[in-house]
């Protein structure tokens, strides 16, 4: 690796994923962190982590027999489903939320849970597909020979689970950080309180920010520990399924059972993603006041009218981010797999960004930024790109760092030999080489640039992007051009996905 | 790698071209579906150029407040904050983040919406009510803040959980016009109900208009232009403006004010006598957010309230800007579990 590059990449990721963090958690003092210690904080922290838990479980219950149908059997549909099966994780939850809590009366614990574990499965799913795909075809065919179907998953779920268990983990860190959902779902019955809300509500009770940082410690510590165990899952499970001499799997048969199969398949996307998307079309069209294609085009064309400024703003500023994030994610990942020990030990420090609450990180943003020499940037959307940027860039660094452990090392080395530079090798040799990775990792910080809204809300330029103007006509009740807006946002985050899908001649790969 | 670097070079381009400087920053949490047509007109008749920076509902006036903060201790941009409540610009005042100013605009407005100190001014209020759904329960069957916890209504009636935003300056409030006893004792069984589902608590004041209006809850406190955005919907609802022989009705203003750093103190204050004339008074009465004029003499649609169709709560907005976080963070104990 070129150092001048990696050294610029390091300098880059510091400053944009690390010193919004240390600038708050430099303000935390003695007295601060004493005072986090009472017991009613540890009830919500014990509740939170098991909500967390049950989230992840649910993630792992129902994604890993859809990754491993869409991925590898002869399922009706199967690679349509396989695409469907990511929408989940582009909703945003309180959208699912709220498509559901119209319709059922479940409420409570046991729906937040459900309703987050439905929302992370995608996770779950995506990254069982691929271990799935992963295992060899010959040790496959032994199994099928000497025990049928059984035997075969029998002796492929240990080289899958390190995959599973990897992304489960972030579904527990998605869940424990989310406190839209469980405050919406527990609105009607007994309330179901999580550690989120202890955050948020101490930025306004808190005299400093000090102790406001420091009520957010407990949860990080959360994060960090689901995140740690993440990072060595994600290693084994790229030594585990990949033998120098591989030979990709065939289709699995499944004779009458694909069309259980198929039922199983669309139950779970018709619950997570096929009826909130349903109700949200219904409620463009006029919803319980009457459904009519003209009140959808009415809508569509108001929320087009209102919208278009802010929907130009986050699409600007997400790609802007996307922009930045994708080269330091290359350079980075690339490097901290290709350094061994070092990288492996240096991993954790990459994902700080996320495991902070989105509020500290945007209040790091202000406070690292409004300055006199910055303050043009503040000001500007240059702003929200480099707030994103940073807050996403572990999504990046880990993608790319997946991708090179795949690349065969001795591609590099010829390249060395032959004489070219590090510089050269990595736009020449592995860029291209990784650009299914390197285009997904993009995507990723794209699409959750777009969602985002937590950390953004502080600072200026986020007043024009469209999650803003989304909901702040929450607010008011206007369900048919909120609905139609949301379904604006939906569409404009898959759309970059489905045209790689559609056009590229490679597979899309959008996570680490 | 060209690939990537293409998009990259338009997109900062673009991004470049987004920084310009303002004659006023103005940081206003009133709903900008309310705000931005009044702030707009000002940037056209003054012929300044304006930059209104808004909070959402989900944010609770939390967002600008705390940017205020953390810009006054580094590079401060905000001239004017518009309030769409009192207890957070109370609470600025008392930091020391706010200078005086005595519009000549505010001369009419009555005392108890001012700062003796003039750092900020009130106008355009809204009212803490009871929103009824007319189809379940008639609404002279409700008077006082306590039937909420009658048990005829178990598991029908809401609030917003009081950690932040208006129903937070409500219970705050409480304290101060009830007394510590009766206050708290008002919020415990809130938050004992809270616990078994008796009494549902939910994200925001909009999220219980939308709860009653919908059938889903009977009744259930919100702000008076919550049940106005229901009531113009044509939902069977109406507003209980309660405890007329008790303790009244909480009236939140909108609050004015200049920042003590604000680096473009004259066009703040052109802003500020601007926005605090009766026409503007008048054109809130008369939009969707109903906001009552807190002058008597500013005319007002028939479905906003003049000041003797309801009892007006006594309370010092001073002191509940002065108490807010205090208790704030003993409603974290109570609600929070």
């Known amino acids: ?512 | 790698m060209r690939l990537l670097l293409s998009p990259s070079l338009l997109v900062l381009l673009g991004l470049a071209g987004c920084a310009r400087n303002p004659d006023l920053v103005i940081y206003c949490s009133l709903d900008q579906e309310f705000s931005e047509e009044l702030i707009l007109r000002f940037a056209r008749e003054s012929g300044l150029e304006v930059r209104a920076e808004y909070d959402i509902e989900a944010n609770k006036n939390v967002g600008l407040a705390t940017r205020i903060r953390e810009e006054a201790g580094s590079r401060p941009r905000c001239d004017v904050f518009w309030s769409n409540e009192c207890a957070q610009v109370v609470a600025l005042g008392e930091e020391g983040l706010l200078q005086t100013y005595d519009s000549p605009s505010a001369r009419d407005i009555p005392a108890d919406f001012r700062d003796p100190e003039h750092r900020w001014t009130g106008f355009a209020a809204r009212a803490r009510v009871l929103i009824v759904n007319t189809q379940l329960v008639p609404p002279d069957q409700i008077v006082s803040m306590w039937d909420l916890f009658d048990p005829r209504w178990k598991g029908q009636v809401a609030m917003a959980r009081p950690l932040a935003g208006t129903t937070n300056t409500h219970m705050t409030a409480l304290y101060l016009a009830l007394g510590e006893k009766e206050a708290l004792r008002y919020v415990e069984t809130a938050a004992r109900l809270a616990q078994d589902g008796s009494l549902n608590l939910v994200t925001g004041n909009a999220h219980v208009m939308r709860l009653v209006r919908d059938g889903q809850a009977a009744f259930g406190w919100t702000d008076s232009d919550d049940f106005n955005v229901a009531r113009e919907a044509g939902f069977p609802v109406a507003a209980v403006y309660p405890d007329r022989d008790g303790v009244g009705t909480l009236l939140i203003p909108n609050t004015v004010c200049i920042l003590a750093s604000a680096p473009r103190a004259e066009a703040a204050r052109r802003f500020v006598d601007w926005i605090l004339r009766p026409e503007i008074e008048a054109e809130l009465a008369r939009s969707r957010s109903a906001q009552i004029p807190v002058r008597a003499n500013v005319p007002r649609p028939a479905h906003v309230v003049g000041p003797d169709a309801f009892r007006a709560m006594k309370v010092d907005g001073r002191e509940v800007g002065r108490t807010v976080r205090q208790r704030t963070a003993e409603l974290q104990e109570l609600f929070l579990k």
Not at chain 1, 154 to 178: G, K, T, Y
Not at chain 1, 472 to 480: K, L, Q
Request: contains cysteine; proline residues 6%.
């Open chain 1, 1 to 512: 690796m070129s150092r001048p590059l990696l050294l610029a990449a390091v300098v880059a990721f510091a400053l944009l994923g690390l010193a919004p963090v240390v600038v708050m958690v430099a303000r935390v003092d003695g007295a601060d962190l004493h005072a986090i210690l009472a017991a009613r904080s540890a009830a919500l922290l014990g509740r939170t982590a098991l909500l967390g838990a049950g989230a992840a479980l649910i993630a792992l219950v129902v994604g890993i027999p859809f990754g491993f149908l869409v991925a590898r059997t002869d399922v009706p549909g199967a690679p349509l489903w396989r695409i469907a099966g990511v929408l989940p994780i582009l909703l945003p939850p309180l959208v699912v939320a709220m498509s559901w809590a119209g319709m059922t009366t479940l409420r409570g614990g046991l729906a937040t849970t459900l309703v987050l574990g439905l929302c992370t499965f995608p996770l779950v799913a995506l990254y069982s597909a691929r271990a799935f795909e992963r295992v060899d075809g010959r040790q496959e065919e032994a199994a099928l020979l000497a025990g049928g179907l059984r035997a075969a998953l029998r002796a492929e779920l240990p080289l899958v689970l390190p995959s599973a268990l990897f992304a489960a983990c972030f579904a527990f860190v998605l869940a424990i950080n989310d406190f839209a959902v469980p405050d919406y779902v527990s609105s009607i019955g007994p309330k179901w309180n999580v550690y989120a809300d202890e955050i948020f509500a101490s930025w306004r009770s808190s005299r400093d920010t000090g102790s406001a940082v420091a009520s957010a410690l407990p949860l990080v510590l959360l994060t960090a520990l689901a995140l740690w165990p993440a990072l060595e899952m994600r290693r084994r499970s790229l030594l585990t399924s990949f033998s120098g001499d591989f030979r990709a799997p065939g289709t699995l048969r499944l004779g009458f059972w694909r069309w259980p199969a198929l039922a199983f398949v669309l139950a779970v996307l018709g619950v997570a993603a096929f009826t909130p998307l349903g109700r949200l079309v219904w409620e463009s069209g006029g919803g319980a006041r009457g459904f009519s294609a003209a009140n959808m085009q009415a809508s569509f064309a108001r929320a087009l009218e209102l919208g278009r400024a802010n929907l130009a703003s986050s699409l600007t500023f997400a790609l802007g981010a996307a922009v930045i994030a994708v080269p330091l994610g290359l350079v980075l990942g690339h490097a901290l797999e290709r350094s061994g020990t070092l990288g492996r030990r240096l991993a954790p420090l990459v994902l700080i960004p996320i495991a902070v609450p989105a509020i500290l990180f945007g209040i790091g943003g202000i406070a690292l930024w409004n300055h006199a020499a910055t303050g043009a940037i503040y000001d500007s959307g240059w702003m929200a790109v480099l707030l994103f940027a940073g807050r996403f860039l572990p999504f990046a660094v880990l993608s790319c760092a997946a991708a090179t452990a795949m690349l065969d090392r001795r591609v590099e080395d010829s390249a060395r030999l032959a004489g070219a530079g590090p510089a050269r090798r990595l736009v020449r040799i592995v860029g291209p080489a990784l650009a299914p990775a390197v285009f997904g990792s993009g995507l990723v910080v794209f699409v959750l640039s777009m969602r985002e809204l937590d950390a953004a809300i502080l600072v200026p330029a986020a007043n024009s992007t469209v999650l803003f103007r989304l909901y702040n006509a929450v607010h008011f009740g206007r369900d048919d051009f909120v609905a139609a807006l949301a379904l604006l946002v939906v569409f404009f985050v898959v759309a970059p996905g489905l045209l790689w899908t559609l056009f590229a001649r490679r597979r899309l790969e959008i996570l680490p």
